[in-house]
Nanobody, 122 residues
Framework: VQLQASGGGLVQAGGSLRLSCAASGRTFRSYNMGWFRQAQGKEREFVAA????????YYADSVKGRFTISRDNAKNTAYLQMNSLKPEDTAVYYC????????????????WGQGTQVTVSS
């Protein structure tokens, strides 16, 4: 599976962005999917995850209520809608997929997109 993240950019605090993660390969729909982010000088951290069917979603406490993860398996694409953005949301955002294992742990994710920069100004 190859993943291509897009949709990042520069936005003012309180604004919104929608990230997309386009996947190649028919097996995308069989993978659980996650979004992570990495701020400069910090470790990569879990943001949100969604099950292969889209029936279950999970969020980091820091984004709960502001971000929404979704997927469209017919389009081989996943999304991260980000509302009420804060300067502390500034990071490179990565999408990734895993067949099983912990949704919160980067080690379980097999394939990663290249990342898209999100910058939130105050």
């Amino acid at each position: 599976v190859q993943l291509q993240a897009s949709g990042g950019g520069l936005v003012q605090a309180g604004g919104s962005l929608r990230l997309s993660c386009a996947a190649s390969g028919r097996t995308f729909r069989s993978y659980n999917m996650g979004w992570f982010r990495q701020a400069q000088g910090k470790e990569r951290e879990f943001v949100a995850a969604i099950s292969w069917s889209g029936g279950s979603t999970y969020y980091a406490d820091s984004v709960k209520g502001r971000f929404t993860i979704s997927r469209d398996n017919a389009k081989n694409t996943a999304y991260l809608q980000m509302n009420s953005l804060k300067p502390e949301d500034t990071a490179v955002y990565y999408c990734a997929v895993r067949p099983l294992g912990s949704k919160y742990d980067v080690a379980w994710y097999e394939y990663w997109g290249q990342g898209t920069q999100v910058t939130v100004s105050s």
